[in-house]
């Protein structure tokens, strides 16, 4: 089968981790915007997908179980995205009770850190924005801190407060990428790499990461996402050539108030490249 536009969105968040809309809700947009196939993805995640996949039932739209995995790699955290996963997968479900875990701890650090600035509150604010207690994410208190007036857009409390190497990043330990992957492809699913160009690996660093990641399974490679600019399209489909990845396109998308590429309106992967989407029967 192929797409006109749009292709399918196989990155996407729901309020079960850091987005502002429901799983119905985002499925529900979905189909406004005129997607037949998207992945609910959330981060460490899988509750929403029993009420994503019914809301996509009664729509008619095709919902791709999925997740993203955040891993430690050398020091760097990196995003593993599963496709076509078993949510109901006991090896698959356990790992991810473990990664979330010690998000409490690393919330409770983010929150002394913020405290230590000045800025009070940070515990009891970011709990209205996670709507999941189990998932605080720095999403979280980005939104907590744009309310508040702190900063005046998400980037700007990456930027001076959250990203990595600022006074309010509490480095952390994740799954490992070779669990990671086992999880998914235990469960029947295709591990892909989420947004590469995002992290600041230098080419033999990239190259290294995707020759480990094709050795434990992995399968496919994000190369149209919000978090490239479309110069980046032809940079990560030369790897996905070298190393014999799948393509794989998501928006990445968390709310609508804050994402790059709507639900919808993801351009689409550059000619030449094998979509991922074929290795999941469509
Ligand atoms: P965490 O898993 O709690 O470390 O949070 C990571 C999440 O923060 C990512 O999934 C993004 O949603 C968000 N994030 C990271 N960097 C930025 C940024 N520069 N601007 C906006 N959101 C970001
Ligand atoms: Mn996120
Ligand atoms: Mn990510
Ligand atoms: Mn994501």
């Known amino acids: 089968m192929t797409y006109p536009l749009p292709s399918p969105d196989l990155h996407s968040h729901s309020t079960y981790s850091d987005g502002t809309l429901t799983p119905e809700e985002l499925v529900a947009r979905a189909s406004e915007r005129g997607l037949a196939v998207l992945a609910l993805t959330d981060h460490d995640e899988t509750g929403g997908l029993a009420a994503a996949r019914k809301a996509a039932e009664r729509v008619g ?98 930027k001076r407060y959250l990203g990595a190497g600022q006074p309010c990043f509490v480095p952390h330990q994740w799954a490992s990428l070779g669990d990671a992957i086992k999880w998914i492809t235990g469960s029947g699913g295709v591990a892909v790499i989420a947004h590469p160009g995002r992290y600041p690996l230098d ?22 996402t919000s978090s490239h600019k479309p110069q980046q399209y032809a940079v990560f489909a030369a790897h996905a050539a070298k190393f014999g990845l799948a393509a794989s396109a998501g928006s990445d ?18 000619p030449g490249l094998v979509p991922v989407w074929h290795m999941l029967g469509i």
């Open 61 to 158: 739209i095709t919902l791709i179980h999925g997740v993203e995995i955040s891993v430690t790699w050398r020091g760097h955290t990196i995003h593993v995205v599963g496709l076509g996963i078993d949510p109901a997968s006991a090896e698959l479900e356990a790992g991810l009770a473990a990664t979330r875990g010690g998000r409490h701890r690393r919330a409770d650090k983010i929150v002394a850190a913020f405290d230590e600035l000045g800025i009070t509150g940070s515990g009891e604010g970011v709990r209205e924005f996670a709507a999941n207690a189990d998932m605080i994410s720095r999403t979280h208190f980005a939104r907590f801190l744009v309310t508040r007036g702190h900063v005046k857009d998400m980037q700007g409390a990456f």
């Open 203 to 224: 080419t033999a660093q990239m190259r290294e990461l995707l020759g480990e990641f094709c050795e434990h399974g992995g399968a496919a490679i994000e190369v149209v």
């Open 253 to 270: 998308f968390h709310s609508p108030a804050e994402s790059y590429h709507d639900l919808g309106s993801l351009p689409a992967l550059p």
